[in-house]
């Protein structure tokens, strides 16, 4: 069975960076193909992609934002690390992480969210 | 970057009818990595449909998905009480993996 679930503060300032940890089971970032993104929705809003590894470190991230953003692997501790600097009040949102393959490209399994809230 | 553009925004319908809700996406897919995603309030988004047309295990078959090109459509033949949620489509062709900006299936 496969489980995700994300960590990280519930509550950042503006200008300060977010770390957000995918703790993951029942499956390995180690087997060929297989990959994590991360996924992110607004209060009310729609769902928003933002940035994605694979097993071979292979990172993908959303253009508009790369610059703020690092994804990060920990296979051994079958972690996934994301990082987004200079954190905004719009960048408030619901924080997903999901499971994803090469050769299935869809996200199957899904964390149940961690809230972030950008407030001074 | 592929925009992905759902239609209608709410639909209102009631129990035991059909919906069809729509995703064109603004460059036409070569590789058909279309997915569909129910979410209720607070859950997180659940897969219905992947490569536009298959049904994810454990998917009630009262769910499809149909499409090519640059027009895809998710079809409930016959309304549960329980499939009133928010519905959104995603590519997986190019990244950045884009989502819709969903529907609202909401009871009439």
């Known amino acids: 069975q496969i489980t995700l679930t994300e960590s990280g503060p519930t509550l950042v300032k503006p200008t300060q960076t977010l770390t957000l940890t995918c703790a993951f089971s029942?499956?390995?970032?180690?087997?060929?193909?297989?990959?994590v993104g991360w996924i992110r929705q607004p209060p009310g809003k729609a769902l928003e992609w933002l940035a994605l590894?694979?097993?071979?470190?292979?990172?993908r991230y959303r253009p508009s934002l790369k610059s703020r953003l690092t994804i990060t692997k920990d296979s051994s501790k079958n972690q996934v690390v994301l990082t987004m600097s200079n954190m905004d009040p719009v960048d408030t949102a619901t924080y997903y992480c999901?499971?994803?393959?090469?050769?299935?490209?869809?996200?199957?399994?899904w964390g149940p969210g961690t809230l972030v809230i950008v407030s001074s | 970057e592929v925009v992905l553009t759902q239609s209608p925004g709410t639909l209102s319908l009631s129990p035991g009818e059909r919906a069809t809700l729509s995703c064109r996406v603004s460059?036409?897919?070569?590789?058909?990595?279309l997915a569909w995603y129910q979410q209720k309030p607070g859950q997180a988004p659940r897969l219905l449909i992947y490569?536009?047309?298959t049904r994810a295990p454990g998917i009630p078959d009262r769910f499809s998905g149909s499409g090519s090109g640059t027009d895809f459509t998710l079809t409930i033949s016959r309304l549960e009480p329980e499939d009133f949620a928010v519905y959104y489509c995603?590519?997986?062709?190019?990244?950045?993996?884009?989502f819709g900006q969903g529907t609202r299936l909401e009871i009439k």
């Open positions: 999901a499971q994803t393959k090469i050769a299935a490209p869809r996200f199957d399994s």
């Open positions: 029942g499956f390995s970032l180690s087997t060929p193909g297989v990959g």
């Open positions: 590894v694979y097993w071979n470190d292979d990172k």
């Open positions: 460059h036409i897919s070569t590789t058909w990595y």
């Open positions: 490569d536009a047309s």
């Open positions: 995603q590519q997986f062709d190019s990244s950045p993996y884009t």
